[in-house]
């Protein structure tokens, strides 16, 4: 039971690249999210699914994308990346939206120069 | 929207000592507040979390305190120890919503 694993962990990407971050569970929560956090500004909702299918956008979704196409899986796309990307992203899944406790990924740490 | 604010932004004690993290919201829909702990370099855990209908709970050295007329509550962490030098974060969510409000994150540190 590996919980939520986020793929890659470290990435240097060049302004105007696209890069895609995979995150995976495997407890079966309907409920997965993207969060960004960045220093002295806690962590900000990027997107996310309540079900397999589902999107919807969070706090801070610009220059972002993401699908889920199977429930175990939540893809974070950044299609043209920029400087302001510069992050660490946080993956996290929820079993049901009444017992509330996120279960995050290790994050990952993207460098866009 | 929801908007929650976290106060200390960083935090020192010495060992042994009592440590006290407080948060406000805006939202009096919100009726659900977790705590979560981010030790360097990890991801965040949840330590402990209260419900509106509550007003303390306490989990061995660890407590929290809700204020729903105030719209603030507080960790509490008594005996502190070097183990407990860590980022923590405070969130609000109403029982409903999809989302989670997180404050701007605590930095605690505890001095042997």
């Known amino acids: 039971n590996a919980g939520v694993t986020q793929t890659p962990k470290f990435r240097v990407l060049k302004t105007g690249q696209s890069m895609t971050l995979l995150c995976a569970q495997d407890?079966?929560?309907?409920?997965m999210y993207w969060y960004r956090q960045d220093p002295g500004m806690g962590l900000r909702l990027i997107h996310y699914?309540?079900?397999?299918?589902?999107?919807a956008k969070g706090e801070v979704p610009d220059g972002y994308n993401v699908s889920r196409l199977k429930k175990q899986n939540f893809l974070l796309g950044l299609e043209s990346a920029a400087p302001s990307q510069t992050s660490v992203y946080f993956c996290?899944?929820?079993?049901?939206?009444?017992?509330?406790?996120?279960?995050f990924g290790e994050g990952s740490r993207l460098t866009v120069l | 929207g929801e908007n929650v604010e976290q106060h200390p932004s960083t935090l020192s004690v010495q060992e042994g000592d009592s440590a006290v993290i407080k948060c406000t919201y805006s939202?009096?829909?919100?009726?659900?507040f977790p705590w979560y702990k981010q030790e360097l370099g990890k991801r965040p855990q949840l330590i402990i979390d209260?419900?509106?209908?509550?007003g303390e709970k306490k989990d061995q050295r660890i407590a929290v305190t809700l204020n729903k007329t105030a719209k603030h509550f507080s960790l509490h962490i008594t005996e502190t120890q070097p183990e407990d030098s860590a980022v923590y974060f405070c969130?609000?969510?109403?029982?409903?919503?999809?989302?989670?409000?997180f404050g701007t994150g605590t930095s605690l540190t505890v001095i042997p």
């Open positions: 996290a899944s929820s079993y049901n939206l009444a017992l509330g406790e996120l279960f």
């Open positions: 407890m079966n929560h309907e409920y």
């Open positions: 699914s309540v079900g397999e299918g589902t999107t």
């Open positions: 939202d009096s829909a919100s009726n659900y």
């Open positions: 209260i419900r509106s209908n509550v």
């Open positions: 969130a609000a969510k109403q029982n409903t919503g999809n989302q989670f409000y």
